[in-house]
């Protein structure tokens, strides 16, 4: 944990006071994917677990960790709208347990960052659109590699080898998130230019 964002969550006066760092990304990463785009100030919080009052002791403090945040923010929405995004370090498969603590943890964030948006995402693709294939795509790899062991026997009892398909699923999450993130933002821009006519 060398970034910004690491040597503020590793303060011990902060210590399981804030979502850890790849809780935090996968969270972020959710933010940065979303089609309409939230105000940091409406999510922030969500961070230290939703309480109004920070966990920081100062307003310096608290201002550092935003713009940790905020930086992170705009690196993902950029990779995301590129292309370019991939899965942070840390973030593995792993021989023994599947995937590494910190891919699960990614994916918990993302989760979590996705019930935020998902109204937005809800409109944009609705049940019955073919952009809504694609987005429950994604949901459902992401929350296949948050508990692999149920998604591998799932797999194994239709018969699918589970690692092999699991590795594919995991290998192709970056390539899924960008191209929902610039679907959505492709809708939106389309939405808003009907508006605008």
Known sequence: ???????????????????GEAQTQGFVAA??????????????????????????SSSEQLEQYANAIINLWNTYREQLLTGEWAWPVGCQLDDADIVTNDTRLFTEGLLQGWQLARDD???????????????????????????????IATLSEQGIEGLEQFEEIYNAIPT??????????????????????
């Open 1 to 19: 944990m060398t970034t910004e964002l690491g040597q503020i969550l590793a303060l011990p006066e902060l210590e399981n006071k804030l979502l």
């Open 121 to 151: 995402w809800e409109t944009l693709m609705p049940e019955d659109s073919e952009e809504n294939a694609l987005l429950g795509g994604v949901i459902l790899s992401v929350s296949m590699i948050f508990d692999p062991e149920t998604s």
């Open 31 to 56: 933010m940065a994917a979303a089609p309409v785009l939230i105000d940091p100030a409406e999510w922030l919080a969500f961070l230290w677990g939703g309480e109004e009052v920070s966990p920081f």
């Open 176 to 197: 899924m998130l960008c191209g929902l993130t610039q679907k959505g933002s492709m809708l939106v821009e389309s939405a808003n230019q009907s508006e605008d006519e």
